[in-house]
């Protein structure tokens, strides 16, 4: 903006992306076109104008410098002349009828010549977009799209932070602002110049790039089918797997979808770990938790209970369950995985394969808990304990026995369930449970349920403690 421009008159605002003008007047020209710079101003069309596009957009007119007490008519005349787009009022309050000078004629011509003929200022708004993974650069969606074998709107989701990634690639905008990221290239071109960097310089940064993307990245894109637990190493071949686009997938790992493909799917690195509320879910959803009125062993009264077997005789719901298990222990530098028969074994087994280690059971001869088979434990061999669901914890601490007696070292405890509501202990042994429950009891004179009528379901854990 010009020093002069600190004057009376009507000045012009051209939007270079679609030719819409607007005209205003002021006292002090430089002073209002600031003030629209700033995003303030009465007029509410050009004001979005400028926020969507951005300031250095538009091209500014001095349509003519005039005494203060002119403004009014000619700002009229101007509107009603040239019919701006982004003005809704006349403009005004003064008599209609004063006609340019020549030189304004001039000044109008040529802006309307630039307007539609300025086509490089027009490639420039279109924001450059950068693939961040492989630092190629797209001058459009579109083309970045095509290369990314996904759709235009998945591209925008990602530049827009609604998912990490589109086509398994992450996606920027280059430098927004487009105007002076150009004239810096240019300058920075000239202070380069005399100053090329070698190959190797230039392979080193490649290289470097490159590098990092490896490591942080690879790790987090590998992508698990909650359903089968199969993992895949992109989320590109996962999509292949069940025939839908990497797109599609992106939005369920992202949770805006809920399945893709008739599956659940998750980054491999979330699928492992489990809430308390996942896992509770599950067991009400595969019927191993069940509510209504419930006599256990003991007599008690019970609004819950626990039947196990309808999740473990589920060996997709058993595994997940056990890969949750053996996420938190997978530091632990376990070697074997003990479990008391019957739904211990299976526990352990899935446990042991997640792992990576070794699965045996214990069983009761004569009632007494041991080691048959065969099954034996090194000096000191790094143990987990794992059982289904732990009331009491009786055959828990049995198990810790036999572990002790074969020379074992019992690093921990893991339980599906501990409805203990934490009066189960087991010495120095640190326990875990995926889902902790308290499970409320009553006797039966003093249960409510019985009380409203609710029949009776007898129900209890053969020989558990
Ligand atoms: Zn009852």
């Given at each position: 903006m010009d020093e002069s421009w600190e004057?009376?008159?009507?000045?012009?605002?051209?939007?270079?992306?679609?030719?819409?003008?607007?005209?205003?007047?002021?006292?002090?020209?430089?002073?209002?076109?600031?003030?629209?710079?700033?995003?303030?101003?009465?007029?509410?069309?050009?004001?979005?104008?400028?926020?969507?596009?951005?300031?250095?957009?538009?091209?500014?007119?001095?349509?003519?410098?005039?005494?203060?007490?002119?403004?009014?008519?000619?700002?009229?005349?101007?509107?009603?002349?040239?019919?701006?787009?982004?003005?809704?009022?006349?403009?005004?309050?003064g008599s209609k009828g004063c006609k340019p000078s020549p030189e304004t004629i001039e000044i109008l011509r040529q802006a309307a010549k630039k307007q539609w003929s300025d086509e490089e200022n027009l490639k420039l708004l279109k924001k450059p977009i950068l693939c961040i993974d492989t630092g190629e650069i797209f001058d459009s969606v579109n083309s970045a799209a095509a290369k990314a074998g996904v759709s235009r709107n998945c591209v925008s989701m990602a530049l827009n932070g609604k998912v990490k990634t589109a086509g398994g690639y992450r996606w920027a905008y280059l430098n927004p602002e487009d105007k002076t990221s150009e004239e810096r290239r240019k300058n920075l071109g000239k202070a380069n110049r005399g100053r090329k960097q070698s190959a190797e310089q230039i392979e080193k940064r490649v290289a470097h790039f490159k590098g990092q993307k490896r490591e942080n990245y690879n790790s987090y894109k590998k992508v698990v089918c909650v359903e089968t637990g199969r993992i895949f190493d992109s989320v590109k071949i996962a999509a292949e797997s069940v025939g839908i686009t990497p797109c599609f997938l992106s939005k369920v790992l992202?949770?805006?979808?809920?399945?893709?493909?008739?599956?659940?799917?998750?980054?491999?690195?979330?699928?492992?770990?489990?809430?308390?509320?996942?896992?509770?879910?599950?067991?009400?959803e595969t019927g191993a938790?069940?509510?209504?009125?419930?006599?256990?062993?003991?007599?008690?009264?019970?609004?819950?209970?626990?039947?196990?077997?309808?999740?473990?005789?589920?060996?997709?719901?058993?595994?997940?369950?056990?890969?949750?298990?053996?996420?938190?222990?997978?530091?632990?530098?376990?070697?074997?995985?003990?479990g008391p028969?019957?739904?211990?074994?299976?526990?352990?087994?899935?446990?042991?394969?997640?792992?990576?280690?070794?699965?045996?059971?214990t069983e009761r001869v004569d009632g007494k808990m041991t080691f048959r088979r065969g099954f034996t434990l090194h000096e000191g061999e790094r143990v987990l304990i794992v059982e289904d669901v732990v009331t009491t914890g009786g055959s828990v601490r049995e198990v810790i026995d036999v572990v002790k007696q074969f020379g074992g070292l019992?690093?921990?405890?893991?339980?599906?369930?501990?409805?203990?509501?934490?009066?189960?202990?087991?010495?120095?042994?640190?326990?875990?449970?995926?889902?902790?429950?308290?499970?409320?009891t009553y006797e039966p004179?003093?249960?409510?349920?019985?009380?409203?009528?609710?029949?009776?379901?007898?129900?209890?854990?053969?020989?558990?403690?």
């Open positions: 004057a009376s008159g009507i000045y012009m605002l051209v939007c270079r992306v679609n030719g819409k003008r607007y005209i205003g007047q002021s006292k002090n020209i430089r002073r209002r076109l600031n003030e629209h710079r700033r995003g303030k101003g009465f007029a509410p069309l050009i004001c979005k104008a400028i926020a969507k596009y951005g300031w250095d957009a538009f091209d500014k007119i001095v349509l003519e410098f005039c005494p203060v007490e002119e403004l009014d008519k000619k700002e009229i005349y101007y509107i009603a002349e040239l019919k701006p787009e982004y003005n809704l009022a006349e403009g005004g309050g992202h949770g805006i979808k809920k399945t893709a493909g008739g599956f659940h799917w998750k980054f491999a690195k979330e699928v492992f770990y489990m809430t308390e509320h996942e896992v509770y879910d599950l067991l009400v938790i069940m509510t209504a009125h419930f006599q256990l062993t003991s007599g008690l009264h019970s609004p819950h209970y626990v039947e196990k077997f309808r999740v473990l005789e589920r060996p997709i719901y058993t595994a997940r369950l056990c890969r949750a298990i053996a996420e938190h222990f997978k530091d632990a530098q376990i070697e074997t995985v003990v028969a019957t739904g211990g074994i299976i526990l352990a087994h899935e446990t042991a394969l997640a792992l990576g280690t070794r699965a045996i059971f019992p690093v921990a405890i893991a339980m599906l369930v501990d409805r203990s509501g934490g009066k189960a202990s087991f010495g120095d042994v640190p326990a875990f449970a995926l889902l902790h429950m308290d499970v409320e004179e003093n249960c409510p349920l019985c009380k409203d009528g609710v029949p009776l379901t007898k129900r209890g854990s053969t020989g558990k403690k």
